[in-house]
């Protein structure tokens, strides 16, 4: 799992720095929440789940038409969410049954969970340091959000099919972000505990 290389940190380099480095990592795992923060916060002010959705694919078209029109790359993941955003607004626009739109945050879980399953995926957002004293832990901490991944889609099933908009979308702006947040917090306090144990013991 682990280049020859970066097997001993270099000397005089900061122990603290392979955990800190879980923050950087940490932001693009979170990153996927913005899209569902801003439908929550625009039902919370409609309290509509068809007039958050229409403004939702509003915003999408127009943040992707801003980093076409400023020249910025537009990457898959994006087109993905703005792709998930189309059909299924769309869909619950035209049926104006909401269930198509509360069904997306599954399939967006489902898929980054599934993605989560390779090993080792965590390994490119670290640096050498940290995959030569933690490696172990990171390998692990990857099964371990693929597993919240999943729960959330599952979490988010059941509310979607049996639960009121309003319910649904509570759990939504609130069990996702908390969630990751505490598994961060948890990885973060494990993985610093450990490195230092380690760097500690070979020195």
């Known amino acids: 799992m682990m280049d020859a290389d970066i097997t001993t940190p270099p000397p005089g380099a900061d122990v603290a720095a392979p955990v800190n480095s879980l923050f950087h990592a940490g932001k693009w795992l979170l990153g996927d929440m913005l899209s569902t923060l801003i439908f929550v916060g625009l039902y919370a002010i409609t309290k509509s789940v068809f007039t958050a959705t229409a403004l939702a694919i509003a915003l999408g078209l ?17 087109w993905l969410m703005l792709g998930l955003v189309l059909v299924f607004g769309g869909a619950a626009l035209i049926t104006h049954n909401a269930h198509f739109i509360m069904l997306k945050p599954t399939l967006i879980y489902t898929a980054v969970g599934t993605v989560m399953l390779k090993p080792g995926w965590m390994n490119r957002y670290m640096p050498p340091i940290a995959l030569a004293r933690g490696g172990d832990i990171i390998f692990v901490f990857g099964y371990v959000w693929a597993g919240l991944m999943f729960a959330t889609a599952l979490a988010n099933l059941v509310l979607a099919l049996y639960a009121s908009p309003v319910i649904w979308a509570w759990f939504l702006g609130v069990f996702p972000l908390a969630s990751k947040c505490v598994l961060f917090a948890v990885q973060y306090a494990t993985a610093r505990f450990l490195v230092r144990r380690r760097v500690r013991a070979a020195a």
């Open 62 to 78: 127009g943040q992707i038409a801003y980093l076409k029109f400023r020249g910025h790359p537009i990457d898959a993941m994006q």
